[in-house]
């Protein structure tokens, strides 16, 4: 079954393995490259160059290759993400075809929310398990700023209207940044204690598209912890961390939690369990790759189910150590996150 280019070393195991032991059952999946927000580390305020439609997966398309990560790859959790996933006319058609699937995966959504309300009822009633709510702000006028949109209203609507769905735990990610919104790091959480949502701080990569993350800029997960402190009592949450990108605290002795993901500071390489496909069909099994693997132009050219395993598994094999943000000779990807999927 297998071609001809592949490394002998490579196990002759079905499972999404790499050169360092690990196993990728997480699959981010980007549904679109397009927002309706202009988040300033983000994307410019002009957009950036959409990919033109007939290089989008389509939704059939988009259902075949996670059905092969969930059946023939080992996948267990689905994330839908973007650009702004509500923004995929199919989404509904897309949840409903990957909870059919046996066995069936967890599926999760990163969302800004903006359009959440509208959405939660018939995305819960499809098979969406959870949502990711990004909020940086609790401020309107910071959230125009920074989002260059006055939607703050409709996200606070969307993370109510997640939790009455069931779309439950209902995360909340929040990206801190020096002299914007440094200071919300105790009033973000103490809005989610009280709502019953789950805050994971996570700090600022360089992926953004115009390459300007500045080391400096960057409120790291030290300068975070010590803020909650001053308000807060932090405990290092029981038990086993796995491939999990949040580092947790008990808030106060518990139940309640609160998460830092420390990419830059505290990388979790060794432990990542990610693979990615972007909305145009190619893998990537890294943030930070620098290289993608074209699994649209194998979709295309009539290509078997196994053949594309195949290939999807010679991607994640050649994964790296690390992301390498903090050696010398980094290079930023060309594609920013939100072209990426985060
Ligand atoms: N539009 C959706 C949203 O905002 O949740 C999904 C895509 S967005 C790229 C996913 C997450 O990535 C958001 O929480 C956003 O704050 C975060 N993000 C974007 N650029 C980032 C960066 N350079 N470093 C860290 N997080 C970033
Ligand atoms: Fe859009 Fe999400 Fe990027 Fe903000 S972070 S511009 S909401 S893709």
Not at 93 to 121: C, F, K, W, Y
Not at 124 to 138: E, H, I, P
Not at 333 to 339: E, G, I, L, T
Request: glycine share 10%; with cysteine; proline share 7%.
């Amino acid at each position: 079954m297998r071609g001809t280019a592949v490394d002998p070393a490579r196990p002759d195991s079905p499972l999404l393995t790499d050169r360092f032991g690990r196993v990728a059952t997480d699959l981010r999946v980007s549904l679109t490259d397009r927002c309706n927000l202009r988040c300033t580390y983000c994307m410019p305020a002009e957009g950036l160059d959409w990919l033109p439609k007939p290089e989008v997966l389509t939704d059939e398309e988009l259902a075949r290759l996670i059905g092969i990560a969930v059946t023939r790859l080992g996948v267990t959790d689905i994330r839908f993400t973007g650009g702004e996933p509500l923004l995929r006319p199919g989404l509904v058609d897309v949840v409903a075809a990957t909870a059919a699937l046996a066995p069936r995966p967890r599926i999760s959504m990163t969302t800004n929310g903006v359009s959440l309300a509208r959405h939660a009822p018939a995305l819960a009633a499809a098979g969406l398990d959870r949502v990711n709510v990004s909020l940086d702000t609790l401020d309107p006028i910071r959230f125009r700023t920074l989002t260059r949109r006055d939607r703050l209203g409709d996200v606070f609507d969307g993370m109510a209207a997640a939790r009455a769905a069931g779309l439950t735990p209902v995360k909340v990610n929040s990206v801190l940044m020096r002299g914007v919104n440094e200071d919300e790091a105790v009033p973000l959480l103490r809005f989610c204690l009280e709502r019953g949502y789950q805050l994971r701080f996570i700090e600022q990569m360089p992926l953004d598209p115009q390459h300007g993350w500045d080391r400096g800029d960057m409120v790291t997960a030290a300068e975070i912890l010590a803020a909650l402190r001053s308000a807060f009592e932090l405990t290092p949450e029981p038990g086993e961390r796995g491939g999990a990108p949040a580092e947790r605290w008990l808030v106060d002795g518990g139940p309640a939690v609160v998460g830092v993901i420390a990419s830059v500071t505290r990388p979790f390489c060794a432990a990542c369990d990610r693979t990615r496909l972007t909305a145009d069909g190619q893998v990537r099994n890294c943030l930070f790759s620098r290289t993608e693997t074209d699994l649209r132009a194998l979709l295309r050219g009539g290509a078997s189910d196994e053949e594309i395993a195949e290939r999807w598994r010679g991607n994640a094999w050649a994964k790296a150590a690390g992301h390498g943000i903090n050696e010398a000779g980094f290079h930023q990807p060309d594609r920013p996150m939100s072209a990426i999927g985060g």
